[in-house]
């Protein structure tokens, strides 16, 4: 089955810096992959993804990169903002299939 | 549109004793998971509905766990007996059938002590 990896486990960064968190998957035919955002006792909540045509996905100050030869993706968030404190989950599936496979988990700390 | 629904919230209860959480997806949601998250973890599906047959079940601890879905709709997820180690965080989701969104549930604090 598919093994997701995803690191760092803490990440913290100073307002308005950037952040990067990195994922690996294990098997070649996963293609798609989406990033969950979970605020502390709060529901994970769908931020991005990405489907395996593509290598590079925008929104605002979120973006998602996915090389598919060497098996990875990352999740980078410009210009951070406090409320973008938070754990964020990567995941892998095959498009349609709808079985995910979460990575661990980064913890996000934005100081202000 | 309403979200996922889950209750209860929070559930404590003894080793060995038996517990029941249900959901409710979102309506017209032909897919509906359960997952467990452990804490510091990501979630780990343990069964996966597509309308009320059973899709995947593969980490499901069958000895002591089990899961409905009836009508197609609600769901349960039942431990019986619980152990130690099934204090998590039991989530729910539901997705369009041929769509890869999951929305989530508020989740089930379960802690078994």
């Known amino acids: 089955g598919e093994n997701v990896e995803q690191h760092p486990s803490t990440l913290s960064v100073q307002e308005g810096d950037s952040a990067v968190i990195k994922c690996t998957y294990s098997d070649s035919a996963s293609n798609y992959f989406p990033w969950y955002k979970q605020e502390l006792g709060k529901r994970p909540q769908l931020i991005i993804d990405i489907r395996s045509n593509v290598g590079e996905k925008k929104d605002q100050r979120i973006a998602v990169t996915l090389n598919k030869t060497a098996k990875h993706f990352s999740l980078h968030i410009t210009e951070t903002q406090p409320e973008d404190s938070a754990v964020y989950f990567c995941?892998?599936?095959?498009?349609?299939?709808?079985?995910?496979?979460f990575g661990s988990g980064t913890k996000l700390n934005v100081k202000p | 549109e309403a979200g996922v629904a889950q209750s209860p919230r929070y559930k404590i209860i003894e080793k060995r004793q038996s517990v029941a959480f249900w959901c409710n997806p979102i309506?017209?949601?032909?897919?509906l998971y359960w997952y467990q998250q452990i804490l510091g973890q990501g979630p780990k599906l343990l069964i996966q509905?597509?309308?009320?047959?059973?899709?995947?079940d593969s980490q499901l601890p069958k000895d002591r766990f089990s899961a409905e879905r009836l009508k197609g709709v609600d769901s349960t997820l039942k431990i019986q007996p619980a152990k130690l180690e099934d204090s998590a965080v039991y989530l729910c989701a539901s997705s369009w059938p041929r769509g890869n969104e999951q929305y989530f549930g508020p989740g089930t604090r379960l802690t078994v002590t």
């Open positions: 995941a892998a599936s095959k498009y349609n299939f709808n079985k995910f496979y």
């Open positions: 309506s017209g949601h032909a897919t």
């Open positions: 509905f597509q309308n009320n047959g059973v899709v995947d």
